[in-house]
């Protein structure tokens, strides 16, 4: 049947939204307006993912999700919030929710969610690109600090790279799902779950599993080094680091034959 959706929404005009959109974009949809019907439907549709409000008759999302998690077969079943109060995010992230959308939120906005927590429906593979041409080559910088963003963003720039950057794993993971970037520079020390649930997170994506990852952390490199390096990361640097040393480990990733 493909990638089922359930969208629970005690609003009927914020599901109808929701609906066709998401069929046309390939996703099978089943919709709920309160707490306990999501519960029944989520136990006997298992959807891939739940797109659930906060506030619904017999229960808000925060039950849902408790209620879900706690039964084996729908445990792992990821859920996306929707909440009109922005100040709800961290307490839906801290319960499990794995991303939080701001209502009304768009069809655009609804499926760059489902992208994010399930990755594309059908990837294309892109044309192969020049083996050693950086303007073909995307990479994604993730630090939390904003002079070290700018910093490395200036010196892959000024080497021809494009580079996409983020500042927390929430958006790290959503914009390696959006742009399919060549190569990921990150750091540890993020907000919204670190540098180890990206590498993670990344690695359980079937179109993102490959991309290399070069760890750039001020954390103990004994402590840090061996874990980075068993997710897959092709290299750990660590601050301060200097241009060379970074441009040696991203020419390392585009040109492993060069000298």
Do not use: C
Not at 48 to 59: F, N, T, W, Y
Not at 94 to 123: H, T
Request: overall charge negative; glycine content about 6%.
């Amino acid at each position: 049947m493909g990638t089922k959706v359930l969208i629970v929404d005690a609003e009927i005009e914020a599901r109808a939204r929701a609906v066709q959109p998401l069929r046309a974009a390939g996703y099978t949809v089943f919709t709920a307006d309160d707490a306990v019907s999501a519960q029944r439907l989520a136990m006997r549709e298992q959807p891939h993912v739940l797109v659930v409000a906060l506030k619904l008759p017999g229960g808000d999302g925060f039950q849902v999700m408790e209620r879900l998690h706690s039964i084996p077969a729908t445990a792992g079943t990821p859920v996306v919030i929707l909440s009109d109060d922005d100040s709800e995010k961290e307490r839906a992230l801290s319960a499990g929710a794995v991303d939080f959308l701001v209502k009304p939120a768009d069809a655009e906005a609804l499926i760059g969610s489902l992208r994010f927590v399930l990755g594309p429906l059908a990837p294309v593979p892109a044309a192969e690109p020049a083996a050693h041409d950086p303007s073909s080559k995307t990479v994604l910088l993730v630090d939390d600090d904003a002079d070290v963003r700018l910093a490395l963003s200036m010196l892959l720039k000024s080497r021809g790279y494009r580079v996409i950057a983020a500042e927390d794993a929430i958006s790290a993971v959503r914009s390696a799902v959006i742009n399919s970037p060549d190569l990921v520079l990150l750091d540890l020390g993020l907000p919204g779950g670190g540098g180890f649930v990206v590498m993670q997170r990344l690695r359980a994506l079937p179109a993102l599993a490959a991309v290399p990852v070069i760890v750039v952390t001020g954390r103990d490199p004994a402590e840090a080094r061996e874990k980075t390096l068993r997710l897959g990361a092709v290299a750990f640097l660590q601050k301060p680091v200097d241009s060379r040393a970074v441009m040696a480990a991203v020419r390392a990733v585009f040109e492993p034959t060069a000298s």
